[in-house]
């Protein structure tokens, strides 16, 4: 049985393990770790620890087992499903991980690199750039978000369709187990085939079963040559047939393939300073290739070039424009990145985080506007996302001027609505931002009694006392 943090005598002890500089007691300190990126959880909390390192980690978990005290690890605070928010009511102790935040070390030979939790993505990236590699994860929030939360979360991104998710980009990890025991897990091998793999219990579990404290990440060769295409073509069956495309010319070099839709354009175009839309004409939808060769621009070039004529004779696109510059680049892409704040000023927005077969997205998207609009009449649908691995963020706007809290309040009828067509195509109600607090029970009614009773039973085996994030992902003790 957890019991809620009231006692000062025991505050006083977490407090004295970090030193009252990183404990955080008063509201208006506490206030910023509590409120989620979407605004869906106000949380509460007596206490905010920000621990400077593993050992500190180690002890805090040490005394809440002993006292019962629940724990809820929190990275940048950029998570989308309430993983990272404590309860209301509950007395639960938020531990930030954003003070470790140090590169150990980064082998140009192994191509690999040790960083902490606490470390920011965009810090990752860059490190590995000094040194002539890359860090392929690339989020809209990698400004923020920091590498511990993107292995709890098992993060995405824009550039799985090449080097995969967090967990195909981690080789090892540092995590401390709820009793306060580290496991010091920083293997930096590719091949290890000695019994059960740990680390990838970690990744996805949102905090769950203990808290990762590093990890040991894959770095690849930078591409010498780098070439991105903003295509306006017809129909998501067009945008399959170009993917299949793209992928015959381009094989591995194929590192992005993005689908937007005009509404989406022209919300960020709208809403989001400094965006423009690249080309005169409107049209139904977008493409956004990325090609990355590892010999050379010209080599980049020739692929895409290739790719143009290729899919033009099909009749595949209405018209393309290639990035002439590294800034033409990053502006398609900021794009893509900013379709989903550039929803916000619009007004409600009830999102979803699917994905299907590839060859099932066009399918999909039609089944979902219809059910959609069949119930709500009057929305608008923004749906875009990772077509190069089905990974749709099918997003639906309220109409202009409507009541915001009406239109929210249908937020789990439509969810009903969007996820049942996603499992009769074989799909998943979560691709990339995890289950957290918002899709729990929809995670109990859709895996079978098997696989709750086996989850349940690695939860039982990690944490007996039930003081890891609880309420998320398998629900409360």
């Not at 209405?318 to 990145?337: H, I, S």
């Amino acid at each position: 049985m957890l019991t809620p943090l009231t006692d000062p005598s025991l505050i006083s002890r977490f407090v004295a393990i970090t030193g009252a500089q990183n404990a955080l007691t008063d509201p208006s300190d506490i206030a910023p770790y509590l409120i989620e990126l979407r605004g869906l959880y106000q949380g509460e909390s007596p206490l905010v620890l920000r621990p400077a390192n593993t050992e500190e980690v180690a002890a805090i978990l040490r005394l809440a087992n002993e006292t019962h005290t629940a724990i809820v690890p929190q990275g940048g605070n950029t998570g989308l499903v309430g993983a990272q928010s404590p309860r209301p009511g509950k007395g639960e102790i938020v531990l930030s991980l954003s003070r470790l935040n140090k590169i150990r070390s980064l082998d140009p030979v192994g191509q690999t690199m040790v960083a902490e939790a606490g470390v920011v993505l965009q810090q990752a990236q860059l490190a590995a750039s000094d040194k002539g590699l890359l860090f392929p994860l690339s989020l809209g929030s990698e400004g923020s978000c920091q590498i511990g939360g993107n292995l709890s979360s098992n993060a995405g991104g824009t550039a799985v369709l090449a080097y995969g998710n967090m967990r195909q980009l981690c080789l090892g990890i540092e995590a401390v187990l709820p009793d306060g025991e580290i496991w010091h897990g920083l293997r930096a091998l590719k091949k290890d085939n000695t019994g059960y793999d740990l680390r990838d219990l970690f990744i996805g579990a949102e905090g769950t079963l203990g808290v990762i404290t590093a990890a040991v990440l894959k770095l690849f060769p930078a591409p010498r040559g780098h070439e991105t295409l903003y295509a306006g073509i017809d129909s998501p069956e067009t945008a399959v047939e170009l993917f299949r495309l793209a992928q015959d010319l381009c094989g591995p070099s194929l590192t992005g393939f993005e689908l937007m839709p005009r509404i989406g354009i022209e919300f960020t175009v709208k809403h989001i300073e400094g965006m423009r839309d690249p080309m005169g004409e409107p049209h139904p939808w977008y493409a956004l290739i990325d090609i990355s060769s590892g010999q050379s621009q010209e080599a980049a070039r020739t692929m895409l070039e290739e790719l143009f004529v290729a899919a033009d004779e099909k009749g595949l696109i209405r018209d393309a424009v290639a990035a002439e510059t590294e800034a033409q680049r990053q502006a398609f892409w900021k794009l893509r990145e900013t379709m989903s704040p550039a929803q916000k000023p619009e007004g409600g927005s009830i999102k979803h985080d699917v994905s299907v077969p590839v060859a099932q997205v066009p399918a999909f998207l039609e089944r979902a506007d219809r059910a959609v609009l069949k119930a709500m009449p009057d929305a608008r649908i923004v749906a875009f996302g990772h077509m190069g691995d089905g990974n749709i963020h099918y997003n639906i706007s309220q109409a202009p001027g409507a009541d915001t809290q009406a239109f929210l309040a249908r937020w789990k009828e439509m969810n009903e609505v969007v996820h049942a067509i996603v499992l009769e195509l074989n799909g998943s109600i979560s691709a990339e931002h995890g289950i957290g607090q918002l899709k729990r029970d929809e995670l109990a009614a859709i895996r079978s009694p098997v696989e709750m009773a086996l989850m349940q039973q690695i939860k039982q085996a990690f944490d007996p006392k039930g003081i890891m994030n609880p309420g998320k992902v398998l629900g409360s003790r």
